[in-house]
């Protein structure tokens, strides 16, 4: 199939590793010229700079002038922004001791990010009469946990800000919607640590036992995989989706049974 992806500037965050990794590649597949976005780069996305047909732009999108920079570096004519950045951080000493400044640091980068990099590359958007948009969000953005209270309520945030900008803008041509996966196969759950290895030291698991049991919640048993949510990410980005806005896609193996 056909996505109709090929000529497009596309603007990834959080394009380094795990699922930005993986959007990054299917978005190059596709015949796209990617702008990544991340603190620093790696050897995986490195290889795919030095192929030609993606620019790596050092940003930390927590820093507010970041969004600046990387609006700069991609210029004017983006047609597609993937606003994937974001961390999960395991508060396993419950909700009293998440500090003022981890909420802050946890709303920067799971809501703000998205904001500013959003309100930074929309005119470009609005004055071409075109462009998508595309949401990394969560299932705990409906699934509130309190092992990560502060980046649920982030996510949450960051799928109603989507939803409210599809309706504000919509009319212009632009499209939003957003992708929430469960948990994925990727370092923020299965990494130094990470999610599992957290829980696993505050509760004397072990690590592998933590993500079997996260897995086995699922009705397919199994963590989804990177390039899977990028290819519901490069298909909402498509040209086979463009009557599709407001929308949140979950892909989290049947997880949430209530949606």
Not at 25 to 47: C, K, N, W
Not at 198 to 217: F, Y
Request: proline content about 4%; overall charge negative; charged content about 15%.
């Amino acid at each position: 199939m056909d996505l109709g992806l090929s000529g497009k500037r596309a603007v990834v965050t959080g394009a380094s590793k795990g699922i930005g990794l993986a959007i990054v590649r299917g978005l190059v597949a596709e015949g796209a010229h990617v702008i990544a976005g991340a603190r620093s780069i790696t050897p995986e996305l490195s290889e795919l700079v030095d192929a030609g047909s993606v620019e790596f732009v050092a940003a930390d999108l927590a820093r507010p002038d970041a969004a600046g920079i990387l609006a700069g570096a991609a210029g004017p004519a983006v047609d597609i922004l993937v606003n994937n950045v974001g961390l999960a951080k395991t508060r396993v000493d419950g909700f009293l001791s998440v500090t003022d400044e981890q909420w802050y640091a946890s709303l920067d980068l799971n809501l703000m990010a998205a904001v500013r990099t959003t309100r930074a590359l929309l005119p470009g958007m609005l004055a071409a009469g075109h462009g998508t948009i595309v949401n990394t969000s969560s299932v705990n953005a409906f699934l509130p946990d309190p092992d990560v209270i502060d980046y649920s309520a982030g996510k949450a945030a960051m799928t109603s800000f989507a939803k409210s900008l599809s309706k504000e803008f919509g009319a212009q041509g632009i499209r939003v919607n957003s992708v929430c996966p469960g948990p994925v196969e990727t370092a923020l759950w299965l990494g130094e640590g990470g999610v599992a290895q957290t829980v696993a030291n505050a509760t004397g698991q072990r690590p592998e036992d933590v993500a079997k049991g996260a897995a086995a919640a699922s009705a397919t048993g199994r963590f989804t995989h990177p390039e899977e949510v990028a290819d519901v990410v490069l298909w909402l980005a498509s040209e086979r989706a463009t009557n599709i806005t407001g929308a949140t896609v979950v892909i989290d193996g049947g997880l949430i049974t209530t949606l």
